[in-house]
């Protein structure tokens, strides 16, 4: 599956932006989705996870900002990102695998650059 990232962008202190990972074939529901980030100098961190039965879970300088979901209808996944901060400025990468319920890490897509300043 190919997977391809839209969304990012420059945005201020406390603002929103909701990343987009489109899927090439209309498995979403299928699988355990993931969204990634890595900061310039910094290792690749999870951010969020939803799997087959639509459990969500998140890193915690996330939670309650940041929201994971999917459209099974529009093959995507997305990431609702509110009150973002400095600190969130990263390159956004989404990934999936052939299992529903963990995540495989077996696709990525290229990223999305997001920047808060």
């Known amino acids: 599956v190919q997977l391809v990232e839209s969304g990012g962008g420059s945005v201020q202190t406390g603002g929103s932006l909701r990343l987009s990972c489109a899927a090439s074939?209309?498995?979403?529901?299928?699988?355990?989705w993931g969204w990634f980030r890595q900061a310039p100098g910094k290792e690749r961190e999870g951010v969020a996870v939803?799997?087959?039965?639509?459990?969500?879970a998140y890193t915690q300088s996330v939670k309650g900002r940041f929201t994971i979901s999917r459209d099974n209808a529009k093959s995507t996944v997305y990431l609702q990102m509110n009150s973002l901060k400095s600190e969130d400025t990263a390159l956004y990468y989404c990934?999936?695998?052939?299992?529903?319920?963990?995540?495989?890490?077996?696709?990525w897509g290229q990223g999305t650059q997001v920047t808060v300043s």
């Open positions: 990934t999936t695998g052939e299992k529903s319920s963990w995540l495989e890490y077996k696709y």
């Open positions: 074939d209309n498995t979403v529901r299928r699988r355990c």
């Open positions: 939803i799997d087959g039965a639509g459990t969500t």
